[in-house]
C-alpha cells in the first residue's frame, strides 16, 4: 500500500494515551487512535491536547492512524 493511497484526515487531540498514542476527535465525529509519524519524531515536534492535527488513516482499519502534520 502506497502512501498516496491513504485517507487524509483533520481532527484535534482529544487525550493523551501512553506510549505516544493520542486520541484525535476527527471533523466527521469520528474517534481515531494516531501516533506521530516517524518524521515528526525526527524534529521533535510536540503535540498537546488542543491541537489540530492531519491524520493518515488505512482504508482498511479506520481506528488507527498516522499523525502527519500540526496546523
Not at 487525550?15 to 516517524?38: A, F, H, Y
Amino acid at each position: 500500500m502506497s502512501r498516496n493511497d491513504l485517507i487524509q484526515l483533520e481532527g484535534v487531540v482529544a487525550k493523551v494515551l501512553g506510549g505516544g498514542t493520542m486520541e484525535i476527535q476527527c471533523d466527521n465525529d469520528l474517534t481515531i487512535r494516531g501516533v506521530l509519524s516517524g518524521r515528526m519524531k525526527k524534529h521533535r515536534t510536540k503535540v498537546m491536547v488542543g491541537d489540530r492535527v492531519q491524520v493518515s488513516v488505512s482504508p482498511y482499519d479506520t481506528t488507527h492512524g498516522l499523525i502527519t502534520y500540526r496546523f
